[in-house]
């Protein structure tokens, strides 16, 4: 059996807008998701896991079935509701609570600054395309820093790539916008600028703490030995990975990533600009990362597609939907023999393996990593109070050996938080799509671990992968 280090965290991992619910109380301010959900008609945030009110009851869960970290996001709407400007001081007063009962039940919290959900007033002016609101980004991470002392380990943004694929690629997060790539290559930009800029202020500052991102990192295989097939996953690779490894950890674009935009934006019409101070800045930030965050959930075959764009994404869980062909990069295929969720997400975990020894020999000083994702959203069953999650034990236990693999081969990885701690709403699937290691009933907001929350209380408690 495989073993995980002694001082290993074994965290859950949730984001604000996803669990707290309370999106209109306590002084919160909108976000464009509000109005965006509301017009889809299909599922409210509201009271999503209701953490606003359960926290304690959350946290104290953490404590007896042996999570000892607690990944969570601060909603920034609900610290400054404009984005700028007034401070919300019950927001404030709601994260302190937050951290005390982290402190209280032994669990490390890990904070990100933005998951998804940048306040309305600001999104509307453009979110992360337009460059005044980088500068509203850092004035809310110094806020954060010079408030919550008790955090000691902070993450600028939540997966940088599908922020701007979401939003401009696919189209299913606000603004709703389809294959534009260049938005998205912008968005990629301005957001990894923003980074830089947090990263610098933070160590200039001399805050006491840690710092990193954490990126959504999907590896990619050629779907054959096929020369175009290889050359497929080298561009979707370039735009999805090695275009955010380098901006963290070179602080500038290689000239690979650079030859494969330039491929993706002349099949779509695309361009960019990345001015010579951004680099600068980003240069600075390059060694500066105390670690690095990755989510990693599947990962993706890509064959040469020479076609026109066709996406579906397969947001219900009716499997065997999702369509993924883009012009100028490839198409994402299935593979036989590769087991993938209701919603066609491969579960592959050689993929994670792979991903981490690739960053170890590109990127030596990446420091350190924290898996800050990984799970399985499963359509589980409550059978009066008890929901046996074998799949989902099965695919924890898989990807838990690949990183304790990557461990014994040299990766430095001090920590593995599990999408997601209990049940929760998710942006584009809803409710049955669920993560966690505690269900939750939503009418009732009643907890229940599942069969999955005792075995990872046994893997936290041996360091012990059965
Ligand atoms: C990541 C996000 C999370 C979460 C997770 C599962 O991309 O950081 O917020 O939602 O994926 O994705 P989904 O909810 O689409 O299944």
Same mark, same amino acid.
């Given at each position: ?50 953490f ?71 999104f509307?002016?453009?979110?992360? *395309? ?16 010079d408030?919550?002392?008790?955090v ?13 694929t ?6 299913i ?12 290559i ?49 561009l ?10 380098d901006?963290?950890?070179?602080g ?9 935009l330039a ?7 695309a ?5 010579e101070?951004?680099?600068a ?63 066609d ?11 981490l ?21 499963f ?23 690949s ?12 920590g ?7 049940? *929760? ?18 009418e ?23």
């Open positions: 059996m495989l073993k995980l280090p002694e001082d290993f965290i074994f965290g859950g991992a949730t984001a604000a807008y996803q669990v707290e619910g309370a999106t209109k109380e306590g002084g919160k301010g909108e976000v464009a998701w509000d109005e965006f959900l509301e017009k889809q008609g299909r599922f409210s945030p509201d009271p999503a896991s209701d606003y009110h359960q926290y304690e009851k959350d946290i104290e869960l953490c404590e007896k079935f042996g999570v000892n970290g607690l990944r969570l996001s601060i909603a920034w709407s609900r610290i400054f509701p404009d984005g700028t400007g007034k401070v919300n001081e019950e927001g404030v007063a709601f994260y302190h609570k937050v951290f005390a009962a982290c402190e209280k039940h032994g669990v490390l919290p890990f904070v990100t600054l933005h998951h998804f959900d940048t306040p309305k007033v600001l509307d002016q453009g979110d992360f *395309l337009n460059r005044d609101n980088i500068e509203a980004f850092v004035a809310y991470a110094k806020f954060c820093f408030e919550f002392k008790e000691r380990y902070w993450s600028t943004f939540n997966e940088i790539y599908p922020v701007a979401n939003q401009y690629l696919l189209g997060f606000p603004p709703g916008i389809t294959y534009d790539f260049t938005k998205i912008a968005c990629l930009h301005n957001m990894m600028y923003a980074h830089a800029r947090v990263v610098n202020l933070f160590k200039d500052e001399g805050y006491a703490g840690e710092i990193g991102v954490v990126h959504s990192l999907e590896t990619k295989y050629p779907a054959s030995d096929a020369l175009e097939d290889q050359h497929a996953a080298f979707d690779d370039a735009l999805s990975i090695r275009f955010l490894l901006a963290t950890y070179l500038y674009y290689s000239d690979e990533t650079l030859s494969a491929e993706i934006c002349e099949a779509n019409g361009s960019y600009d990345f001015p101070e951004d680099l800045e980003m240069k600075r930030a390059s060694h500066r990362n105390d670690y690095l965050g990755i989510n990693h959930y599947q990962c993706h075959f890509v064959k040469a597609y020479h076609g026109e764009n066709a996406i579906h994404h397969n947001g219900t869980g009716d499997k065997g939907t999702s369509v993924y062909k883009v012009k100028g990069i490839g198409e994402r295929i299935y593979k036989e023999g590769i087991p993938r969720t209701d919603w997400w491969l579960i592959y975990p050689e993929g994670l393996y792979d991903l020894l690739r960053i170890k020999e590109d990127y030596p000083h990446y420091n350190k990593i924290y898996i800050t994702e990984n799970g399985m959203g359509k589980d069953q409550f059978d009066d109070g008890v929901i046996m999650d074998q799949p989902r034990i099965e695919y924890l236990k898989v990807y838990l050996e990183l304790s693999q990557a461990i014994s081969a040299g990766v430095n990885v001090k593995y938080f599990l999408w997601s701690l209990m049940d *929760l709403f998710s942006w584009s699937n809803g409710y049955n799509k669920r993560y966690g290691l505690f269900y939750v009933d939503f009732t907001q009643k907890r229940y671990p599942k069969e999955s929350a005792y075995w990872y209380k046994f893997v936290s408690e041996t360091k012990t992968i059965i």
